[in-house]
């Protein structure tokens, strides 16, 4: 970990907040807690025990592995529906293949995101190839939920398909960070996500002792995901490690320091910073719907068990598992 990296990050444009910028201060770190998902892959739910106030637009984000599989024993998600948010897998290690019941899908590898927009609804299924399954190997990635504003909650569903090399490569003034815009934009620099919900999302790589001081949009919240290793977060220095995650109060930047001394299977402090435009509409979720109302949620069962979000493609390749 990570997939894309560069030699030489002084060679790439360098981002940091203006010195007048009023550094946004840590209102709370959390601890994920550790389970399963689908089949029996391993989670950390990021986003546990935090108010749903402070995460507004995102909605959850599982951290899947990191996990080293035997042969035989990589596992996925089983035909399952969505409606009314948008899914983001990214995956820093190994390889995922995904499909819907419109057609959409392809597969994902190092560095990659797929990024689904369920809106009104679909069937979906994320499966590792049947090589991988055969060999075993290294699997990591994150997955994260957006929701929609409800306009757009049962717009047509949508695919991108976002390759790794495609994405925004930045540094900070003295090259101690190297800094992936999957989507959004990071100080005027646009990644390739175009996202329905205003949202950045960047995957922050900082060497040890590095220290990053980020324009951050103020209309934003502000999050930042330990993916590994150890650092602080704010001007205080609050301490943070692998599997936790630190809520950011208002302001025009943020701040995160990598530790000195890392674990020797961390070299570095990896980090996920997460802002989005709060919708601040009324939110109902369950399972895999995420509607306004009870009434729309008992509408989604509704259609999903009329068949009316689709029906399981025979395609070869991907299993039929129960929903």
Do not use: C
């Amino acid at each position: 970990m990570p997939a894309v990296t560069v030699e030489n990050p002084l060679a790439l444009p360098r981002v940091a907040a203006p010195a007048d910028a009023v550094d946004r201060p840590v209102l709370t770190v959390t601890t994920a807690p550790s389970g399963f998902e689908g089949e029996g892959f391993p989670v950390r739910r990021a986003f546990a025990g935090i108010n749903y106030r402070h995460l507004d637009p995102f909605i959850m984000m599982d951290q899947m592995g990191e996990v080293e599989y035997a042969p035989g024993e990589p596992k996925g998600t089983p035909w399952h529906p969505h409606r009314g948010f948008e899914t983001v897998t990214y995956i820093i290690d190994g390889i995922f293949d995904h499909q819907d019941s419109n057609g959409g899908g392809g597969t994902i590898t190092n560095g990659d995101t797929q990024w689904m927009t369920a809106g009104a609804g679909l069937l979906h299924i994320e499966a590792p190839p049947e090589s991988l399954v055969m060999s075993g190997g290294l699997f990591h990635g994150l997955q994260l939920w957006v929701n929609l504003p409800a306009k757009d909650k049962m717009m047509a569903p949508r695919y991108q398909d976002i390759r790794g090399g495609s994405v925004q490569l930045l540094s900070t003034p003295d090259g101690g960070a190297l800094l992936r815009v999957i989507a959004g934009e990071l100080d005027g620099h646009q990644g390739p996500g175009i996202t329905h919900t205003p949202i950045t999302m960047v995957h922050a790589t900082l060497a040890p002792g590095a220290e990053m001081t980020l324009p951050w949009r103020e209309d934003f919240n502000g999050l930042a995901y330990v993916l590994a290793g150890r650092g602080s977060v704010g001007t205080g220095r609050r301490p943070v490690h692998t599997g936790q995650t630190a809520v950011f109060g208002a302001g025009g930047s943020l701040t995160v320091r990598a530790d000195e001394k890392q674990d020797a299977n961390t070299p570095d402090l990896e980090v996920v910073l997460l802002g989005g435009q709060p919708i601040r509409e009324p939110m109902a979720h369950y399972g895999p719907f995420v509607m306004n109302t009870r009434e729309e949620l008992q509408q989604a069962f509704e259609d999903f068990q009329k068949g009316r979000l689709g029906t399981v493609p025979a395609v070869h390749g991907m299993s039929e598992g129960g929903i």
